[in-house]
């Protein structure tokens, strides 16, 4: 979702390239986003016979998921921090302790 928020105009192929991920998953994973409306395609050529270049298109509820995700991420990686920080007062606590 960030890399079509941040260049709507890629095509499927490069978008592939991008992910790291087949054209065939790029164009699976397209199609269920748009069918959960998270995302939309618009047609912009207009020259008949030629092949349509498109833009995708985050909707709202693509926006609204993008910054859940963002949220949750964030959110898990403060509770690693914490775990960790915790581990290392732990550790100097016992090493303290030691004679």
Aim: hydrophobic share 30%.
């Amino acid at each position: 979702m960030s890399e079509l928020h941040k260049t709507p105009h890629l095509t499927q192929r490069e978008l592939s390239l991008r992910l790291n991920i087949s054209l065939g998953k790029t164009n699976y994973l397209l199609k269920q986003l748009m069918a959960k409306g998270i995302l939309k395609i618009r047609n912009f050529s207009t020259r008949p016979g030629k092949l349509g270049k498109v833009k995708y298109i985050l909707t709202k509820k693509g926006i609204e998921e993008k910054l859940n995700l963002a949220y949750y991420f964030l959110k898990r990686k403060e509770e690693e921090y914490n775990h960790f920080k915790k581990e290392c007062e732990e550790l100097v606590l016992d090493r303290e302790k030691r004679p």
